[in-house]
């Protein structure tokens, strides 16, 4: 922790700032190892403090020995005051991409003779490169979500409903060491499948219809996240057409991306083996996004963006072709990069077809 928030002072000296109150959940912990719902960083040049109610407390000092602890007994913002003037601050960022109108004029109201300074994504660009401790705890969930999707691939049968389908992988991820799902299960089947983000319902899986399914584990705070897609019992020709495509530009980007080049430039690495298969307006996302304390979160990896690509970023590859009416496709891994390239650290099989009667 101590080495996150020197190097979190390093950009404050950079950005000409006094300090910086931070207020995002992923952010507090990433920068104390507290876990709390409530609660604000405070980080100057010299000093890192944790403001939080009585339900904390304790909680901080067995997670955060590190920090001050200020305690909350009205808001957050008039605790923190005096300890603001007191540490002799005048220029005060704050994340504008998380706190609200309403607690920005709060604490204006408060500390009115400061300067103001929004900031956006100061501790997201530090959590974007993963330390050798943070890819341990991702692969372990990464882990727990292989072990689970094993599972599910020798257990699901026709009949099943996408809802019971959800349920028995949160029921294999938790039993088997997940602290909790990465997000919310999808499990789209047949038309359902065309839409990336289906909303997983009572409806029943027949034979050779397109199954998408999308899940992933959290440990200690680090999620994985995956995506298998196939059939079952069998498929069409136009299914396996458009699974193999999928197949071939994951791989295609897989072998190709490595720290230094941008989203955009990581994106067409896939997009262009799915343009020039003929379905070009099909893959309607980007190729990826980072996975860490957050499902979401830098570098995102698509063709808008411009987000360069590190050494010790954890990002997911996850292609699809999405056709309404009929189905999609999309197979996701979640990668890490390093010098060499990337490494892979999905490990379930992937195949178009599970024979099932």
């Known amino acids: 922790m101590k080495q996150r928030v020197q190097a979190l002072q390093a950009i404050l000296e950079t950005e000409g700032l006094d300090a910086l109150v931070v207020t995002q959940a992923e952010n507090r912990r990433y920068l104390t190892g507290f876990t709390g719902s409530a609660g604000a960083v405070l980080v100057t040049g010299e000093e890192t403090l944790l403001a939080t109610?009585?339900?904390?407390?304790?909680?901080?000092?067995?997670?955060?020995?590190?920090?001050?602890?200020?305690?909350?007994?009205?808001?957050?913002?008039?605790?923190?005051?005096?300890?603001i003037g007191d540490l002799g601050v005048h220029r005060l960022g704050f994340e504008s991409h998380v706190?609200?109108?309403?607690?920005?004029e709060q604490w204006r109201d408060v500390l009115p003779q400061i300067e103001w300074v929004a900031t956006t994504d100061l501790v997201e660009r530090?959590?974007?490169?993963?330390?050798?401790?943070?890819?341990?705890?991702i692969e372990e969930a990464v882990r727990i979500a292989d072990e689970a999707m094993a599972y599910i691939l020798e257990w699901i049968r026709p009949g099943v409903t996408e809802?019971?389908?959800?349920?028995?992988?949160?029921?294999?991820?938790?039993?088997?060491?997940?602290?909790?799902?990465?997000?919310?299960?999808?499990?789209?089947?047949?038309?359902?499948?065309?839409?990336?983000h289906a909303t997983t319902s009572e409806r029943a899986i027949g034979l050779g219809e397109p199954i998408v399914i999308d899940m992933?584990?959290?440990?200690?705070?680090?999620?994985?996240?995956?995506t298998r897609s196939f059939c079952l019992g069998q498929a069409s020709e136009e299914y396996l057409k458009v699974w193999d495509t999928v197949?071939?530009?994951?791989?295609a980007a897989e072998e190709a991306i490595k720290p230094g080049m941008s989203g955009v430039e990581a994106d067409a690495l896939a997009r262009d083996v799915i343009d020039e298969a003929g379905y070009e307006g099909k893959f309607g996302h980007g190729l990826g996004h980072g996975v860490g304390l957050a499902i979401h979160e830098a570098p995102r990896v698509s063709h808008t963006s411009e987000d360069m690509l590190g050494t010790g970023a954890v990002v997911t590859v996850e292609p699809g072709i999405y056709i309404p009416g009929w189905g999609g496709v999309r197979i996701e891994d979640t990668v890490v990069l390093t010098d060499e390239g990337c490494r892979v650290l999905t490990q379930t099989s992937k195949q178009p077809v599970i024979c099932r009667n």
Not at 126 to 135: F, G, H, N, P, S
Not at 216 to 226: F, L, N, P, Q, V
Request: glycine share 6%; aromatic share 8%.
């Open 99 to 104: 706190m609200t109108v309403q607690e920005y």
């Open 126 to 137: 530090l959590r974007m490169t993963k330390d050798a401790r943070e890819i341990d705890l």
């Open 247 to 251: 197949l071939r530009a994951q791989q």
């Open 53 to 83: 109610d009585f339900r904390y407390y304790e909680q901080v000092q067995e997670q955060a020995p590190q920090v001050t602890l200020v305690r909350v007994e009205d808001s957050t913002s008039s605790a923190l005051a005096p300890c």
């Open 163 to 196: 809802r019971e389908v959800a349920w028995e992988l949160e029921v294999q991820m938790r039993t088997h060491g997940a602290e909790a799902l990465s997000f919310t299960t999808i499990v789209g089947s047949g038309p359902n499948s065309a839409m990336p």
């Open 216 to 226: 992933g584990a959290r440990y200690e705070g680090y999620c994985s996240d995956m």
